[in-house]
């Protein structure tokens, strides 16, 4: 198990890294190609396009979480039917949702700045739409226990997605180089999914090949799971996707609204790399508590999380801003203030990010919900007066004053009950280890940008 474990972190951990590189050269062909302006207006597309998974209603990680539990092969034969009907019925509402959404969003002042036609925003909606079918198929593999081959198809789709950018942009199709790329993503990653999936299970059809009563009958099975695990995903989704959006309608400027936009895209490939561990925790912690063993195998992991979250945001606090402002010479870099507060939001939801991964493990989907809904509403709701004076700096403050609501103390607390373990001690030796390596990396990183400015 712990040589599987660590292949699979590897794995993550590259996925991640090609996110990461392929992001910056991402940075490089937006610097080249697009003004701020211009690029803020599919910016702001397409974080909202984040939330189509959603759609899904929950069903995907639910379904995800019974298959590793299962052991009768043909009650796991069932669920995958159920899956892959399921996904057949939604695919229209996905599109019709994708379509409708860009298409309104179009008619915006922020949008109409771009002059593009009513079709563009149809396109960018049918290839959104597309590259989440194609993402819900990928992640079926989760539940057949081939985690390794979705970080691997990460990885392809981050390069793939790429390489049509560059291309569509050195062809002159601006901004419709973007539904392109979109679109190839999602096909690269589709046709391999499909043939693992079915290399696993041969008897897999595309269609599902479901009875309707079978289909009800499992739709009512797993439909109480389903939603309390949608609120946990729909809350976590807007917590790290809807400050993008308010600062781009409050700060009233598309400019802002990239700026912003890049520096969370950095934080986001950042966490996404730190939590490697936890993201392959949770299967085991799955598996872990159907076979009634300890499934506490990751306690490990808030000690080295600790360490590593508190040196990543005590470097990228200081280093992020004059990075990006030479990186990326046309645009410019982002306030420093706006990326101390967001370092500070990302250490604190860093810091829990084990505990979280350990309640989606076990299914406790209604903690997670219930914590992470009550730190957006705090978010949103300090975002409107905050953000309106302040701009970006207030909506920034205001999503990390939610935290006290949620990744803060709460999740951390569920924890440690679930674990019987001693929950003050606890926190206090986490963020004992965090603020220490939030310390030598700010004084690292300073010392640094002052030698070699």
Known sequence: ?????????????????????????????????????????????????????????????????????????????????????????LGALVWAVAVVGMVAYGFTPTARLAREPVLF??????????????LAQVNLLI????????????????????????????????????????ALMGLVQLV?????????????????????????ELFRQLRADAFACLRSQFAILLLFTVDVVLVGLLARDPAVAAIYATAARIFG?????????????????????????????????????AWLYGGAMGAMAVTLAPFTEWFMKKWGGPDPVVVALLAARFLVTGLTSPAAYFLLGLGDFRSLARYCERELACGVVLSLPLGWQFGARGVALAFL????????????????????LPAGRLFATTWARGGLAVALSVGVGGAGLALGA
């Not at 981050?158 to 950018?165: C, K, Y």
């Not at 103390?409 to 674990?419: E, H, K, S, V």
């Open 121 to 134: 925003f149809v396109a960018l909606g049918t290839a959104g739409a597309f590259s989440v079918l194609a």
């Open 1 to 89: 198990m712990t040589g599987s474990f660590l292949r699979t972190v590897a794995w993550k951990v590259s996925a991640t890294l090609s996110g990461a590189l392929a992001g910056l050269l991402m940075l490089r062909l937006l610097d080249a190609h697009l003004l701020p302006a211009r690029y803020g207006v599919v910016a702001v597309a397409l974080q909202a396009m984040l939330y189509l998974p959603l759609l899904d209603f929950g069903f995907r990680t639910t379904l995800n979480r019974r298959l590793l539990v299962e052991p009768d092969p043909a009650e796991r034969r069932r669920l995958l039917n159920f899956g892959q009907a399921l996904y057949l019925r």
């Open 192 to 216: 391999p999914a499909w043939l693992w999936c079915k290399a696993k299970e041969p008897g897999l059809r595309w269609t599902g090949q479901l009875a309707n009563t079978e289909f009800r």
């Open 269 to 305: 490939i950042v966490r996404g790399a730190l939590q490697a561990g936890s993201e392959a925790l949770w299967p085991l912690v799955a598996k872990a508590s159907a076979d009634g063993s300890d499934p506490g195998q990751g306690d490990w992991l808030l000690r080295v999380n």
């Open 401 to 420: 004053i939610g935290t006290v609501f949620g990744t803060f103390t709460p999740i951390f607390w569920q924890w440690a009950r679930l674990r019987r």
């Open 143 to 182: 539940g057949l226990g081939e985690q390794q081959r979705v970080f691997r198809l990460n990885t392809l789709g981050s390069w793939t997605n790429l390489l049509a950018l560059w291309l569509g942009l050195r062809l002159g199709w601006d901004l419709w180089a973007f539904p392109w790329a979109t």
